[in-house]
């Protein structure tokens, strides 16, 4: 019979039962104050010393008495005694006695033994006092204060040379699943065929030791006794234990299981995705979880819980970056579940525009490229188009602002371009978000994107870009770069299993398709060879199944997961695939002409005119550069 959930409860609900399970820790450390960056202290800091600890000079100069300068003008000049009247000082040297001020030394002339000053020094003039920064005694740091590096040299200022602070506390991470093989201990070469690489513990590992925990991690468990027996050694040693895949309800699954033997398991099941088949017990009263395999499940159930778990720990705050953002599409989402969005964030007209990426718990990449995180909670059916909403930054904003953001087509001259541009101007990055010609274009008319990349041909005028341009974007006042030409064909595996020579065979019974994503240049050129053909999209089987880049439907090809779909020559190469041509086509960036005058795109511009570009595309193949870089329409 199979297993099911115990409960599925609230997140909100969920976090209060994890910490009401679970103490601060009290144990201390004390440490050399240089080496607390980002500990937490147990008990207030206080000034050992006042800084500057006495009256010093904050000039290069002559310390004097202000009183001795009084009758010095333009045409009275005065001379001082060096050694009685003034005396040479550098920054951050004690005032002799009896004086009260310091002349910079452009403002005197030698003579001698004396210094002739032109008009007189004010009380205190240049002058640093006792205590000026840090009075003796001063509180500087409360308890349950995360040190940061700047806290951590005024401590050193004020002659605190060690901290009490608190404890970090340990986190032990398990890898489980009989499918997973540990990249480094495996020949690179046999692991493809062997399973999975276990990338979530190392993963989940550095996660945690980036908030603040120290980090460790098991061997792969793969049998349910030694998971116990595992998990029963950890809790004598760490405060928390986190067993990465087994907890959702299949015949294999057995965190539930080892928990409630060992321990209490409190909850099993989150109302929220991804990370559902979240798992939380007390084990000899340490926190236990049991968090799912798929890797963007495993990182939000850790956000979602773990970084609370440690804010409570260490009774100190992390510190998180919210942006308010605007929906550009309408997302909806299933009413009854909370959902985490993972979305790429664009800056225009001091506007941070939110597309989201894909949604799937398994595609790590979207998270490791995503900008920030949107929660959708469950009493609503998702977002409006135009919503304002709020968004936790993944990165700073001053990374989100150096970047220059395209919207539209994929293409390999894409990531390209991204590379030459982090190459020649480290500080900036290029972003592509791929939502097809379509959306891009749409997006680009209600100014949300600057630059747009589409591929779209033309039905009647049999010409690409220049009319569906025309057509949605008429009045905004715009032009049309050329990348490249490139051709559209079918991919096959290189043997041709199926015998695929054209479009005409895709509708065959016995050939499974992989299509691309609505609103994209190359869908629409299928749906209209289809058209041509006059086959019915009806009888291809796999139409229905949409992938949002080349390179997808390429390894879904390669791996046997359907027999053709349509993509660009030069994916065809890369994976060795077969390739039957079917269209040329224009790929080509549309640009407001008020971007066109901004520096940014004259570099990029520069950089798609560029000898080194074109050879680059050369030598991935399937591209034709003669009209690279030209501007081929201007309207308005």
Partial sequence: MAKRYLETIKSEEALRRVLDQVRPIQDEDYLPTHLCRDRVTTRPTFAKYSNPPFVCSAMDGYATSFAKTLEADLMNPLALNLNSDAFAVNTGDPLPRGTDSVIMVEEVERAEEKIVIRKPAYLWQHVRMIGEDIVEGDMLLPANQKIRTLDMGMLLSAGITHLHVRRKPTVFIIPTGKELVDIYKEPAHEIAPKGLIDFNSYLLVNVAEEIGFSGYRSQIVIAKEELARIVDEASHSYDVIIVNAGSSAGSEDFTEAVIGELGTVIFHGVSMMPGKPTIFGAIRGKPVFGIPGYPVSAVTSFKKFIEPLYEHLMMAPLVREHVSCIMPYKVPSRIGIEEILRVNLM??????????????????????????????????????????????????????????????????????????????????????????????????????????????????????????????????????VHIARRTQGLLVRRDNPKAITGISDIARSDVTFVNRQVGSGTR????????????????????????????????????????????INAVARIFSLGFIPLAEEDYDLLVTKEFAENERFKCLLDLIRSEEFKERLREVGGYNTDGTGKIKYVNG
Avoid at 347 to 353: A, G, I, L, N, T
Avoid at 359 to 385: H, K, M, Q, V
Avoid at 396 to 405: A, F, P
Avoid at 533 to 551: A, L, N, P, Q, V
């Fill in 347 to 480: 800056k225009k007209d001091r506007k941070f525009y939110a597309f989201p990426l894909p949604r799937g718990a398994s595609i790590f990449s979207s998270l490791a490229r995503a900008d920030g995180l949107i929660t959708i909670p469950e009493n609503i059916e998702g977002y409006e188009e135009d919503e304002e909403i709020t968004c936790e930054l993944l990165r700073s904003k001053e990374d989100i602002g150096n970047s220059t953001h395209i919207i539209g087509s994929h293409d390999l001259s894409l990531e390209i371009l991204r590379d030459m541009m982090k190459r020649k101007f480290p500080d900036r990055d290029l972003i592509s978000t791929h939502v097809g010609s379509l959306s891009g274009i749409m997006a680009f008319q209600k100014g949300i994107t600057d630059l747009c990349t589409t591929h779209v041909l033309d039905e009647y005028e049999k010409v690409y870009n220049i009319p569906v341009v025309k057509k949605y974007v008429p009045h905004r006042p715009w032009l049309l």
């Fill in 524 to 567: 629409i050129l299928f749906d209209l060879l289809l058209k041509e053909k006059g086959i019915d999209r009806d009888s291809i089987r796999g139409y229905d199944r949409e992938e949002s880049s080349h390179t997808a439907v390429a390894v879904l090809v390669r791996e046997a997961v359907a027999d053709t779909g349509i993509a």
